[in-house]
């Protein structure tokens, strides 16, 4: 009976909810008197050190570069939100850290940089706060700055 629901109006509590927050992100941790982070146990402590001992630093980057490559995109092509200079402090970012992708994410991480690259030679392209821009999407390629023959800014200027 443990794993039926527990119907409403009875004596017992609803069951925990589960955690919130980013996919295979940790919820975040309990807090004590003031603010501080309760004790752990000497288990917990265990535990936790044999989590960080399986971490690879391949690892904590891919799951950075998710959300970073998420923010320029939303920086890039949503109107109200558009700086496209964040947006290629993303790409640059995401570029310089590709070499530290694991090796079976990286394809898939560099056609998002890829992706990203045309969407702001489109917008870059636009004219928007540059004098001298092109009066079309996909216009001429001189028409993004700092733009080579192609019209697709690179990361490095490649």
Do not use: F
């Amino acid at each position: 009976m443990e794993s039926e629901e527990i119907k409403h109006g009875g004596a017992e509590e609803a069951p925990p909810q589960p955690p919130t927050g980013p996919e295979g992100a940790p919820p975040e941790p309990p807090t004590g008197p003031e603010g501080a982070p309760p004790e752990l146990t000497e288990e917990e402590m265990r535990q936790l050190e044999e989590q960080l001992r399986k971490v690879r630093i391949e690892d904590v980057i891919l799951q950075g570069l998710v959300p970073v490559l998420n923010l320029a995109a939303r920086r890039i092509a949503k109107d109200d939100e558009r700086d496209l200079g964040q947006g290629k402090a993303g790409i640059d970012a995401a570029q310089a850290m590709l070499d530290y992708v694991p090796e079976e994410a990286r394809a898939q991480i560099q056609q998002a940089i890829s992706e990203l690259q045309l969407l702001y030679a489109k917008y870059a392209g636009e004219g928007e706060g540059e004098p001298g821009g092109s009066d079309a999407p996909g216009g001429p390629a001189s028409a993004a700055s700092g733009a080579g023959d192609s019209g697709l800014w690179t990361p490095g200027s490649h």
